[in-house]
T-cell receptor
Framework: DTAVSQTPKYLVTQMGNDKSIKCEQN?????MYWYKQDSKKFLKIMFS???????INETVPNRFSPKSPDKAHLNLHINSLELGDSAVYFC?????????????FGSGTRLTVV | RKEVEQDPGPFNVPEGATVAFNCTYS??????FFWYRQDCRKEPKLLMS???SGNEDGRFTAQLNRASQYISLLIRDSKLSDSATYLC????????????FGTGTRLKVLA
């Protein structure tokens, strides 16, 4: 029973395309996140949603648009993909988003833009 | 200065050795601290929270030094399976809570 599941696991696409990554959690958590891990392995927050409401929106190009149809799902749509978007994108969730608890991460989506 | 800093390593240690990592943070108002472990090409997994009084979980001990603004992780009796990258996490208190990750310390335990 996967707690936080992301699809697809791998995504290879050409520059300029639009793609989406889906994330679902079955833990009953209120808060979900998108993180980007670049080639230097640095994990940086992109977005956070608490019960479908956007609460964190870091300095991310507006080509990236998150959508949370309900608190168990957080999807990420990327328009006009660029070479620099190549990275591993991790979805995560936490019970309340207060920062006092551990996060559960999905297994990641490895995006390669060619 | 980065918000959370770690020595990237790698730390190469023989099996059975004791190894310690430190992680420094810049925001003195930070409240929550964690250690995560990330295996190659896998997701980060929570290893342990770090409490003010220090805490231990089997071979792993975490300590917090608020005065000097660092946290530490000590691993005793290293196993081959401990080889991984260890990520320090500090919770930002500016506005909404969010995790700030360090860049990680790579540990290789050698047979």
């Amino acid at each position: 029973d996967t707690a936080v599941s992301q699809t697809p696991k791998y995504l290879v696409t050409q520059m300029g395309n639009d793609k989406s990554i889906k994330c679902e959690q079955n833990l009953g958590h209120d808060t979900m996140y998108w993180y980007k891990q670049d080639s230097k392995k640095f994990l940086k927050i992109m977005f956070s949603y608490n019960n479908k409401e956007l609460i964190i929106n870091e300095t991310v190009p507006n080509r990236f648009s998150p959508k949370s149809p309900d608190k168990a799902h957080l999807n990420l749509h990327i328009n006009s993909l660029e070479l620099g978007d190549s990275a591993v994108y991790f979805c995560a969730s936490s019970p309340t988003g207060t920062g006092m608890e551990g996060y559960t991460f999905g297994s990641g989506t490895r995006l390669t833009v060619v | 200065r980065k918000e959370v800093e770690q020595d990237p390593g790698p730390f190469n240690v023989p099996e059975g050795a004791t190894v310690a990592f430190n992680c420094t943070y810049s925001n003195s108002a930070s409240q929550s601290f964690f250690w995560y472990r990330q295996d190659c090409r896998k997701e980060p997994k929570l290893l342990m929270s770090v409490y003010s009084s220090g805490n231990e979980d089997g071979r792993f001990t975490a300590q917090l030094n608020r005065a000097s603004q660092y946290i530490s992780l000590l691993i005793r009796d290293s196993k081959l399976s401990d080889s991984a990258t260890y990520l320090c996490v500090v919770t930002s208190t500016s506005g909404t809570y969010k995790y700030i990750f360090g860049t990680g310390t790579r540990l290789k335990v050698l047979a």
